[in-house]
């Protein structure tokens, strides 16, 4: 696959990175925590065609692999290890490339968070933006598939998940689905958990990565109007066949009423992001306890 190494360099600058001084094709961010530089990541297009990336200070690099930018999947775990410093998760805290045994291969775990007394804490997954990692979501929400198999890592785990995010036209759509492990450590295993009469229910997204958000906390950060995203025609799409996709499941054949009734949702929280200034929090979400 060929490098196309202005569209790298175009999204580095997308992600906050600058040229350094002195330097030719070499790429600077400084990682920044309550106010304060904590970190600085550089990748080096001399080093190497597809950029070779200089982390910082995590605690462990596992592999050389992924640093680089010669797969989409590598500039989302690039983007993510920063969201992670920024959000309060401190670099010695955070694996890149963990090995993991699964059965008899060896597998590696892009992104691993401990604990600060270091324990294994939440292990993340980069996928590319889309079908790729709407199809790792699907499988983990039914405690299936190669991220939920990451649990055999450490049963310390509290949440795994998969991360992505789109990058272009100047903005990062980030997205990620993070679940609790704690099904998983009730029947002993993602593999016994299906098993049982709950299989059929799915994991919920309970786990949210970001600078307004506590570290290391499981309760949701109550979301205000400036922490909204556009909706687009991706992000729609997957709503409206993640909804008929409901109606199947529970045999729903009243679908005119249904639809009218999501309606009536979509047009009361249009309403609450209008009416809500942007310090205050958004009335119309949903909340799993913490915040002001």
């Known amino acids: ?44 297009f001399n080093a190497k065609s ?13 592999r050389l692999t992924s640093s680089d ?11 993510w290890y920063i969201r992670l410093v920024e959000s309060g998760y401190s670099p010695e805290n955070i ?22 007394d270091d ?11 889309g079908t790729e990692a709407n199809k790792y979501t699907k499988a983990l929400k039914a405690s299936q598939g190669q991220v939920a198999s990451y649990y055999r890592f450490s049963t310390n785990l509290e949440y795994i998940g998969v991360i992505s995010a789109k990058i272009d036209h100047n903005s990062v759509e980030p997205s990620s689905y993070i679940v609790s492990t704690t099904q998983w450590k009730k029947y002993g295993s993602p593999e016994e958990y299906t098993k049982t009469l709950e299989n059929n229910l799915t994991l919920p997204n309970v786990f949210r990565i970001a600078p307004n958000a506590v570290p290391y906390n499981e309760k949701n950060y109550l979301l205000k109007p400036t922490d909204l995203i556009d909706l687009n025609e991706d992000t729609a799409s997957q709503m409206f066949h993640g909804f008929l996709t ?37 009335s119309f979400q949903n909340y799993m306890g913490g915040g002001e």
């Open 119 to 129: 324990k294994p804490f939440m292990a993340l997954d980069a996928k590319n933006y």
């Open 69 to 79: 930018l010669s797969k989409p999947e590598y500039m989302v775990q690039l983007y």
């Open 246 to 282: 409901i109606l199947r499941k529970h045999g729903i054949s009243d679908k005119t009423n249904a639809f009218n009734k999501v309606l009536n949702l979509f047009i009361a929280k249009i309403v609450d992001e209008f009416n809500t200034p942007d310090d205050k929090a958004l």
């Open 95 to 116: 694996a890149i490339e963990q090995p993991v045994q699964l059965g008899h291969k060896d597998g590696f775990i892009d992104l691993v968070v401990f604990t600060p």
């Open 1 to 44: 696959m060929s490098i196309n190494k202005d569209l790298l360099k175009e999204q580095l600058l997308i992600l906050g990175f600058t040229p350094v001084d002195g330097e030719v094709n070499v790429y600077s961010r400084k990682l920044i925590f309550n106010n304060k530089v904590v970190d600085t990541v550089t990748v080096d």
């Open 50 to 62: 597809a950029g070779q990336i200089n982390w910082g200070n995590p605690k462990t690099v596992g």
